[in-house]
């Protein structure tokens, strides 16, 4: 049982090969995002029930089954194109109305989980790849940035497979969890969404928690949360220069192909700062996203090789809950010295 490595860009794309792998992870990801709609659950997210629902795709049809050429394909530019359309949800004028403390909240918990998780993975003998996936999901934004770190840390789909799956279980634990602390910690609408929106993993579980304490909190939320995925783009950039600068093959040229979507996140990020598209065309881009990245992680659901995903053991799943108490604990700190 071979994984299919999703930086594998030797694999030829034919078109005699790609259709049947490709098709059965558009199918996945089309009724991941039914499922998600349809119920209205926020802990539903489409990136997850496509990657397990992929996994367990593989398990019934056994391995070999599917051309490896489709699934590299929507694993590769299908999922990277979703990754550039997430530029369009990053909005720079709700940005600037949040101030300068959103901000400094937000940037600093993403600078502090990263570093520490990836100690802690070190620590724990988790190995880097996996650890840095782990580390950017906890950081900025589950699955998205999970799945645009490993143009970096190039680790296998097993790698991106687990740090997918723990990353957002423990964000669904602290969707959960932090409204029921909003009260006893005295936190008011601002102060809560500006926690909740630095600490909690996916944009559906920030604001399944934060319109939960009310509105205002919903959509400061909201916006806080924004503000990380647009850190995004300079985190991937940061990792594939300290990974250059320890000398490690191809970290920003050479071996590995320079992350290019990332800068169209980037570009997209700016265009929408400057033009209003409208609340139709941002809600069509954001689906878009989630269907084109559930498309990708379900193609390397359906090439996980569950044998190697077992022999990882306990340590990342630890590893991501201590990420998950970590975040939750700094930006709750921050919150308080920045804003309440």
Not at 31 to 50: E, I
Not at 112 to 138: C, D, E, H, K
Not at 274 to 288: E, K, N, R
């Amino acid at each position: 049982m071979t994984a299919v490595s999703s930086h594998d860009d030797q694999t030829p794309l034919d078109s005699a090969t790609i259709w049947p792998g490709l098709l059965t992870a558009l199918a996945i990801a089309a009724a991941a995002v039914v499922v998600r709609q349809v119920s209205g659950q926020a802990m539903l997210s489409p990136m997850l029930v496509s990657v397990l629902a992929g996994a367990a795709l593989r398990v019934m049809l056994g391995p070999n089954t599917l051309p490896r050429a489709g699934l590299a394909f929507a694993s590769r530019p299908v999922l990277r194109f979703g990754i550039v359309l997430l530029g369009l949800q990053v909005t720079l004028a709700e940005i600037a109305d949040l101030g300068v403390a959103a901000f400094a909240v937000a940037a600093l918990t993403v600078l502090a989980t990263y570093l520490v998780v990836v100690l802690a993975g070190r620590l724990l003998g988790v190995p880097l790849p996996l650890t840095q996936l782990v580390a950017a999901g906890t950081a900025v934004c589950g699955a998205s940035a999970i799945v645009a770190a490993n143009s970096v840390a190039r680790g296998s789909d097993a790698d991106v497979g687990y740090a997918v799956a723990s990353v957002t279980l423990f964000g669904t634990v602290a969707m959960l969890a932090l409204p029921l602390f909003a009260g006893p910690l005295g936190l008011d609408p601002i102060a809560y969404g500006i926690w909740s929106g630095a600490s909690i993993h996916e944009v559906a579980q920030v604001t399944a928690a934060a319109f939960q304490f009310g509105p205002e909190a919903g959509q400061t939320g909201t916006i806080t949360k924004l503000i990380r995925v647009m850190l995004l783009a300079p985190l991937v950039l940061a990792m594939a220069l300290a990974l250059r600068g320890r000398g490690q093959a191809g970290a920003v040229t050479g071996g590995l192909q320079f992350p290019w979507f990332v800068l169209g996140f980037v570009a997209l990020a700016a265009v929408n700062g400057m033009i209003d598209l409208g609340d139709q065309a941002q809600t069509v881009a954001g689906l878009s996203a989630t269907f084109l990245m559930s498309t990708g992680l379900a193609a390397m659901g359906l090439s996980l090789n569950l044998r190697e995903l077992q022999s990882q053991g306990l340590a990342p799943l630890g590893l991501s809950a201590f990420g998950c108490v970590f975040v939750v604990v700094f930006a709750l700190s921050a919150t308080l010295l920045f804003v309440h």
